[in-house]
């Protein structure tokens, strides 16, 4: 038998994610949802899109270059 303390945080997880697809699905009917998502509708600022390109940066090269370290290094 499945305890509760299992089934109650994955239900609200589930719940949370319908309720969050049910408010982009009427969001993306009011209109421009692909340019609010995609391009931030062109509002973010020059510090955020810098920290957005280093995190984007960084992970890249921490799954590419971290798992070739210990190869090159022996």
Same mark, same amino acid.
């Given at each position: 038998?499945?305890?509760?303390?299992?089934?109650?945080? /994955?239900?609200? *997880?589930?719940?949370?994610?319908?309720? /969050?697809? @049910? #408010?982009? #699905?009427?969001?993306?009917?009011?209109?421009n949802? /692909?340019?609010? *998502? %995609?391009?931030?509708?062109? +509002?973010?600022?020059? %510090? @955020? /899109?810098?920290?957005?390109?280093?995190?984007? #940066?960084?992970?890249? +090269? +921490?799954?590419?270059g971290?798992?070739?370290?210990?190869?090159?290094?022996?």
């Amino acid at each position: 038998m499945m305890q509760t303390d299992v089934i109650l945080p /994955l239900v609200g *997880y589930l719940l949370l994610v319908f309720g /969050l697809s @049910v #408010y982009a #699905y009427r969001r993306r009917q009011k209109g421009n949802f /692909l340019n609010d *998502y %995609f391009i931030g509708d062109r +509002s973010m600022g020059g %510090f @955020v /899109l810098a920290m957005t390109l280093t995190a984007t #940066y960084i992970s890249a +090269s +921490s799954f590419i270059g971290g798992p070739a370290q210990p190869i090159n290094m022996g």
